[in-house]
């Protein structure tokens, strides 16, 4: 059984940054991709970032130039820094791990930022 659990939300002030963390335990997997997806409250989940094995990545446009995604494929370690946070990156984040056959999801942090 594989688990994924974020951690590192908070709430910051605008302009603002934060880094969060995801780490998998349980079985030990090889995830092709892991990526970053978001929620903000009465909208649906929104993908935020990606990043494959070879360490290609790529961003929705909202969050190009502030937020980096990494990962540390010998831990299945996942990590999103965010940077000049605005009141509109306010939401639940998700981490998720795409193996073959199917996807993993963590139960979400939350990020506030306030104006």
């Known amino acids: 059984q594989v688990q994924l659990v974020e951690s590192g939300g908070g709430l910051v002030q605008s302009g603002g940054s934060l880094q969060l963390s995801c780490a998998a335990s349980?079985?030990?997997?090889?995830?092709?991709?892991m990526g970053w997806y978001r929620q903000a409250p009465g909208k649906s989940r929104e993908w935020v970032a990606e990043?494959?094995?070879?360490?290609?990545?790529a961003y929705v446009a909202s969050v190009k130039g502030r937020f980096t995604i990494s990962r540390d494929n010998s831990k299945n370690g996942l990590y999103l820094q965010m940077n000049n946070l605005r009141p509109e990156d306010t939401a639940v984040y998700y981490c998720?791990?795409?193996?073959?056959?199917?996807?993993?999801w963590g139960p979400g942090t939350q990020v506030t930022v306030s104006s």
């Open positions: 998720k791990g795409t193996s073959t056959g199917r996807d993993y």
């Open positions: 990043i494959v094995t070879g360490g290609t990545t």
């Open positions: 349980g079985s030990r997997i090889s995830f092709i991709a």
